[in-house]
């Protein structure tokens, strides 16, 4: 049996970001394990599915259980917030645990906000890093942000990562006052979205014209200058 990893829309409807081969498959399945279980029935009430008749299991830190269907014969949808499901998202641990039992996963085509904002960065695509969460005391955070610089100028590599949209603003403002002058840095907010927003400049120039951001869905790239 076969669990699917299934993208959701960073924004607007499903039909406009899943490609219909995906929306497809997603109609043929009635079990499906979720993030959350309110956004996952609006989802699903979306690409045309009647939620009453679907099963509909929240992730918890126990997956082994959302691993019924599979066990049963029947395929599983595995479900995030946004984007790609396992990717900063509690699925990977189902994804894992499907692994372990030696079930099959197959990733379905749709959007994901990393590798969206860095295709609009004009940053460095061959070599990249997702680093996830930075810390939040701000001591922590602005050391860890400039070990991901020296990571970067050493590897020639762009650092990715991404914060709760609350605290987008304060991670702005560290990045700018801890980064050298050269370090490039884009910020992607509202990917997909008609308020989309991509922008790649040079810490001294943000330091000159810095606008907030607000408690919008961002994703962060850094590449420091090599020299």
């Known amino acids: 049996m076969i669990l699917y990893a299934i993208p959701t829309p960073l924004g607007g ?7 219909a081969p995906a929306l497809e498959t997603i109609r043929t399945l009635k079990d499906f394990a979720v993030e959350n279980a309110k956004t996952a029935r609006a989802f699903l009430g979306a690409v045309g599915m009647n939620v009453r008749e679907l099963n509909i299991q929240v992730i918890e830190n126990d997956v082994t259980p959302l691993l019924k269907p599979l066990r049963e014969g029947r395929p599983l949808g595995l479900l995030s917030e946004a984007g790609c499901p396992a990717i900063a998202d509690p699925g990977a641990l189902l994804v894992e645990a499907a692994q372990r039992a030696g079930f099959r996963v197959v990733p379905l085509v749709g959007p994901s906000s ?16 997702f680093c996830g969460y930075l810390p939040r005391e701000s001591a922590q955070r ?5 070990e991901l610089e020296q990571r970067s100028r050493r590897e020639r590599e762009t650092e990715i990562f991404i914060e709760t949209p609350y605290r987008n603003d304060a991670l702005l403002g560290a990045l700018v006052a801890t980064c050298r002058p050269a370090t490039r840095l884009c910020v992607a907010a509202d990917l997909t979205l008609a308020s989309e ?4 400049r040079s810490i001294a120039e943000w330091r000159r014209a810095m606008a907030p951001i607000g408690r919008r869905p961002a994703v962060f790239l850094l590449l420091a200058d090599p020299g």
Do not use: K
């Open 13 to 19: 409807p499903p039909a406009d970001a899943l490609p």
């Open 114 to 129: 990393i590798v969206l904002a860095l295709m609009a960065s004009g940053l460095e695509g061959q070599r990249f890093a």
């Open 142 to 146: 602005a050391q860890r942000i400039r």
């Open 197 to 200: 927003s991509i922008a790649t």
